[in-house]
T-cell receptor
Framework: QKEVEQNSGPLSVPEGAIASLNCTYSDRGSQSFFWYRQYSGKSPELIMS????GDKEDGRFTAQLNKASQYVSLLIRDSQPSDSATYLC????????????FGKGTMLLVSP | GAVVSQHPSWVICKSGTSVKIECRSL??????MFWYRQFPKQSLMLMAT?????????EQGVEKDKFLINHASLTLSTLTVTSAHPEDSSFYIC????????????FGPGTRLLVL
């Protein structure tokens, strides 16, 4: 059973702070990792993808991957109230498979 | 790029009727599309993987005769909920995998179904 675990939250941070979202996965053979943001009542939208160990930065977002420890994280710098949403971690099950396994998501609340 | 549309965005129907939902990739060809369902405050649940020109692959517990999937072209997949019942009321979301994206899935805006 391939699993992706996330703390459901809510994670509350003040505006301007750094929000840190974490995700662990069970399948050591996983190749591709994604962070999606889902606003209430809307469908998920892709924020970042990461495939190699280390950090990947895109604007205020930084994804971090550690395959040895089987975790992937998302840092949001200078958090804004508009960042308040549920963040979904998704993992490609294995090379050759095209389905993603999603975590249940972490709700982030950024207070003004 | 990588825009996926869904139609309709919401639908209300009577119990026992069938509802068809369309998913289109607007600016890329998608050999694989996915159908998800999400109940309120629940996580995304993959229902089936739709491959162009072949039969869909359904996840365990999803009735293939109730949720008919057709992927007739590289830009269109349809999900038909047959003989809908109130328990089928949910948020149905499709996604499409861009061919050169290393498994990245782009989601449509979703279709909210309410069965009375």
């Amino acid at each position: 059973q391939k699993e992706v675990e996330q703390n459901s939250g809510p994670l509350s941070v003040p505006e301007g702070a750094i929000a840190s979202l974490n995700c662990t996965y069970s399948d050591r053979g996983s190749q591709s990792f994604f962070w999606y943001r889902q606003y209430s009542g809307k469908s998920p939208e892709l924020i970042m993808s990461i495939y190699s160990n280390g950090d990947k930065e895109d604007g205020r977002f930084t994804a971090q991957l550690n395959k040895a420890s089987q975790y992937v994280s998302l840092l949001i710098r200078d958090s804004q109230p508009s960042d308040s949403a549920t963040y979904l971690c998704a993992v490609n099950a294995n090379s050759g498979y095209s389905t993603l396994t999603f975590g249940k998501g972490t709700m982030l609340l950024v207070s003004p | 790029g990588a825009v996926v549309s869904q139609h309709p965005s919401w639908v209300i129907c009577k119990s026992g009727t069938s509802v068809k939902i369309e998913c289109r990739s607007l600016d890329f060809q998608a050999t694989t599309m996915f159908w998800y369902r999400q109940f309120p405050k629940q996580s995304l649940m993959l229902m089936a993987t739709s491959n162009e020109g072949s039969k869909a692959t359904y996840e365990q517990g999803v009735e293939k005769d109730k949720f008919l999937i057709n992927h007739a072209s590289l830009t269109l997949s349809t999900l038909t909920v047959t003989s809908a019942h109130p328990e089928d009321s949910s948020f149905y979301i499709c996604s499409a995998r861009a061919p050169t994206s290393q498994e990245t899935q782009y989601f449509g805006p979703g279709t909210r179904l309410l069965v009375l």
